[in-house]
């Protein structure tokens, strides 16, 4: 077999994935669908309500400076290259062991079974248990670390909304949502190739082409060989 009948296969069985899961068979949601679903899971809650309650507090302290428009600004300019160091550092995590003791947080035991079912819209999510004590972190944090404690607030805004855009992102690509813009298609379809064509590159999950392409992990889909292990992290 040829390298171009490879990588012919390789196109086929992306696409082939792709139809089954927002194709013929399958019903496209709206949007709306897709909304009322999104709630249905604990997630969206948790991280709603500490982005209410952080704007709530932030209007209370009020006064603030104009730099504070940074804050935003640098946190939405970065979050790529953070969304990709947590996709590689921790999601993809390979368990290791320390004497008798095993390291493999539960972060990384759930984002394996997401490869192994991309399908399994619970397993989409942050898992409640983590974000239980994630979010209030990022206050106690925020409060020592910023000298402002209306900067302070700023940044939890930014952070919780970013948090909540991420989530939100990640479950309509998984979701049955057919692309309708040529931005989103983009994004779904670098996620896709990850769950379905090789699991060591495209890791950004919001944008397409931005921190993948400076980190090394952006290449031509059609010289990428499919991945016998992406619905099978580590099983190498």
Not at 38 to 66: D, E, K, N, Q
Not at 80 to 106: F, M, N, Q, Y
Request: glycine share 6%.
């Amino acid at each position: 077999m040829t390298d171009s009948d490879i990588d012919r296969l390789a196109r086929e069985r992306l696409a082939a994935d792709e139809e089954r899961i927002t194709g013929g068979r399958r019903r496209s949601l709206t949007v709306g669908e897709v909304w009322r679903e999104f709630w249905r899971h604990p997630s969206p809650w948790m991280i709603s309500t500490f982005l209410a309650a952080s704007v709530a507090v932030r209007v209370l302290v009020g006064g603030g400076s104009w730099w504070e428009l940074l804050i935003p600004a640098g946190l939405v300019a970065a979050f790529p290259a953070i969304e990709w160091v947590i996709h590689v550092g921790i999601l993809h995590w390979r368990p290791r062991r320390v004497g008798r003791v095993e390291i493999d947080s539960l972060l990384a035991r759930k984002h394996r079974e997401h490869h192994a079912d991309p399908r399994d819209l619970p397993l989409v999510f942050i898992p409640w248990q983590v974000l239980a004590w994630l979010l209030p972190t990022y206050v106690v944090v925020a409060l020592l670390a910023v000298p402002s404690t209306a900067a302070a607030w700023s940044l939890l805004v930014s952070v919780y909304a970013l948090k909540a855009g991420y989530e939100w992102t990640h479950y309509l690509i998984h979701s049955d949502h057919r692309p309708r813009t040529r931005a989103f298609r983009a994004v779904w379809r670098n996620h896709r190739l990850h769950h379905y064509k090789n699991e060591h590159y495209w890791f950004t999950v919001t944008t397409s082409g931005t921190a993948d392409r400076v980190l090394g992990t952006y290449p031509d889909s059609r010289r990428v060989e499919a991945s016998p292990t992406a619905r099978a992290l580590h099983a190498d």
